[in-house]
């Protein structure tokens, strides 16, 4: 099939899960189970993945070689949701050199000191390169939300703490995606949108499989008692910060293969659109590349 018409393909099964309008949007208008139509064995699936990593690495050489764009891949989710899972496999065929991987985790003292948005401003991909979050400044609206008093260690002056800190951390986060997306920072978001039961069940797994209890943590079945806080939270951030230059997507995550498919297509998608080449060689340059041929064989 002609790359045209599977992006067409890939248009088609992404455009229903992408974000990029804040009114209306409601998550429960987005069902965890869905599989966009498609009905496919596991070898199936698996094929059809491994030709979207191969166009995907294609393009992140081009990416490389142009040195302009950067490409942020945002990951959020319940845990369980298979966040690593979906970068390890959409990303299996990408050269290391031009991708950098960040999960963040509970901020050092050195991070607590400065404003909530130092420590993920320093890991934007420079350009050239992908850059991927796991788990990202969202945290600061979402776990911090639900977890208020994880807001007192931030050491914030008390006036500032109002009840409109959630939206107005939400408008700065809207702000700084403008200004990188405006500096050449591809911005896409990915939500792995998994229903309570789905999580329960890969709970379960981690707990009766030996070899994934490593996987599990007590935090995990507590943080479950949150469970309708998240979704509003998810929810309002969402909505907030929903954009055509740094869409959204709510990604059905119950069915491990078409969330992978998905995240894999999106990307595709949003790297062709920016129309990367290799860069071209002009008069000078070949003029270097033909002195350093006729040195070369003058070796032999």
Not at 257 to 265: G, K, T
Request: with cysteine; aromatic share 12%.
């Amino acid at each position: 099939m002609p790359r045209e018409e599977v992006l067409d393909l890939l248009q088609k099964y992404v455009i229903p899960y992408r974000v990029t309008k804040r009114k209306g949007f409601r998550l429960k208008d987005f069902d965890p189970g869905d599989t966009g139509g498609l009905q496919m064995e596991k070898a199936e699936a698996t094929e059809l993945l491994q030709a979207g990593t191969a166009w995907l690495a294609e393009e992140q050489d081009m990416l490389y070689a142009q040195d302009r764009w950067s490409l942020l891949l945002v990951f959020q989710a319940m845990d369980a949701a298979g966040k690593d899972g979906t970068i390890k496999h959409v990303m299996s065929g990408v050269n290391p050199q031009g991708c950098q991987v960040f999960s963040f985790k509970q901020p050092s003292s050195e991070e607590i000191a400065h404003d909530f948005m130092w420590r993920y401003a320093r890991r934007l991909p420079e350009r050239g390169h992908i850059g991927i979050f796991n788990r990202s400044y969202y945290e600061e609206v979402l776990v911090v939300r639900v977890h208020p008093e994880l807001l007192e260690r931030q050491k914030l002056p008390q006036p500032l703490v109002s009840k409109r800190i959630w939206d107005e951390r939400l408008a700065d986060i809207a702000h700084f995606e403008e200004y990188a997306a405006r500096q050449g920072t591809k911005i896409l978001k990915f939500f792995l949108h998994v229903s309570r039961q789905e999580q329960e069940k890969r709970f379960m797994e981690r707990l009766e499989q030996p070899e994934k209890n490593w996987k599990f943590s007590p935090s995990d079945v507590r943080e479950r008692k949150f469970w309708d806080e998240y979704m509003h939270a998810f929810e309002e951030a969402i909505a907030a910060t929903a954009s055509k230059q740094a869409p959204w997507f709510v990604v059905p995550a119950d069915n491990k293969w078409f969330s992978r498919l998905l995240v894999a297509a999106a990307t595709v998608e949003a790297m062709v659109s920016l129309d990367l080449a290799y860069p071209k060689v002009d008069a000078a340059k070949k003029k270097e590349l033909a002195a350093a041929r006729l040195a070369l064989s003058r070796e032999r």
